[in-house]
């Protein structure tokens, strides 16, 4: 009959915790903790998320730098070809002189 009365005992009462309806003891503290965890997380995140689009803008950079470069050389070798290319086009010595027919 013992078990009985137990068992009524706890229907009655809801259930064996003594603090229902209540957080556990440190909960307050853990939840701080985690709360602090995930901030250190989002910040080192940011951080490497920051270092990562240095990164992509410094290879950008290099890269135009690079096109540059080979715009201007490039531009420099087809100067060089119109100035030899003009210079072929005028003759090394002037005309003689004209004679009437």
Known sequence: MGLIRKVAS?????????????????KPEWDRAKADRDRKKAAEAQAVQAEAEAKV?????????RALHEDEA????????????????????????LTAA
Request: glycine share 10%; aromatic share 0%.
């Open 74 to 97: 490039q531009r420099q070798a087809d100067l060089r070809k119109v100035a030899e290319k003009e210079a072929e086009a005028v003759p090394d010595e002037p005309p003689g002189p």
């Open 10 to 26: 706890i229907m009655m009462l809801g259930g064996v915790s003594s603090c229902t309806g209540r957080e556990p003891p440190g």
């Open 57 to 65: 803008a410094e290879e950008q950079a290099a890269a135009l730098a």
